[in-house]
Structures are given as structure tokens and as C-alpha cells.
């Protein structure tokens, strides 16, 4: 079955860390771009991140929203088929819902992913004291 499985959400005080994982079933993720996105409560959903494929023109450059630039790093485990997002030093106001996309077809412009070929499911991150 073709999908991306996200993991790793959860509730941190400001300040701490989470690590946000997006495993990819029946296709090969570093072929593909990849974007992260978050959705806040009452908020349209908004780029967050995005990583060009290796295979890419721009070949596997990774691009961030001003928001979280510096905070925020997406990195690629080809072995395990996984793409993550290393979130530091949270805010409230990166409390949102987190989900992953991915396109072989896709690309970067900027921090924003044009992917829509897969998306994940979605995991909650909340940073509240």
C-alpha cells in the first residue's frame, strides 16, 4: 500500500523539543520532494518546510518558513525510507497539527511544498506549560 505514516507528535513545555517522523510504504521517499505543513485550530493550513528530492535540479535542498527557520531542520534516513522534522525550541504558537506531503512531481517554492501526490495523517503537536 502506497502511503506516508506519520509519528512522533505529542505535548512538550515551550522550550523542549519533538522529533516528527514520516515513513513512506511502497515508493522510494528520497526520489520525491517533501513538504511539512501545520494546520492551528481555527487556521488555514501553511507551509512549514520544504525538502527538493535528491534527483531534483535543485538536488536536496531544504528551504523554512521565517517562523521556524533556525528551529527546525528536516532531514532524510533513506535506509529506513523516512523523512523527519527536528523541532527545537518550541512555542505556543507552533501548537498545530503536522502533517507531511510528498510528490515525485513535486517541487520547492521556497518553504512551501507543491506536493500532493501522498499525505500523511496527520499528528498533533502541543506546547503548552
Known amino acids: 500500500q502506497l502511503q506516508l505514516v506519520e509519528s512522533g507528535g505529542g505535548l512538550v513545555q515551550p522550550g523542549g523539543s519533538l522529533r516528527l517522523s514520516c515513513a513512506a510504504s511502497?515508493?522510494?521517499?528520497?526520489?520525491?520532494?517533501i513538504g511539512w505543513f501545520r494546520q492551528a485550530p481555527g487556521k488555514e493550513r501553511e507551509g512549514v518546510a520544504c525538502a527538493s528530492s535528491s534527483i531534483s535540479n535543485s538536488g536536496n535542498t531544504t528551504n523554512y518558513a521565517d517562523a521556524v527557520k533556525g528551529r527546525f531542520t528536516i532531514s532524510r534516513d533513506n535506509a529506513k525510507n523516512t523523512v523527519y522534522l527536528q523541532m527545537n525550541s518550541l512555542k505556543p504558537e507552533d501548537t498545530a497539527v503536522y502533517y507531511c506531503a510528498a510528490d515525485d512531481l513535486g517541487f520547492c517554492s521556497a518553504y512551501v511544498c507543491y506536493c500532493n501526490s501522498y499525505w500523511g495523517q496527520g499528528t498533533q503537536v502541543t506546547v503548552s506549560s
Open positions: 511502497g515508493f522510494t521517499l528520497d526520489y520525491y520532494a
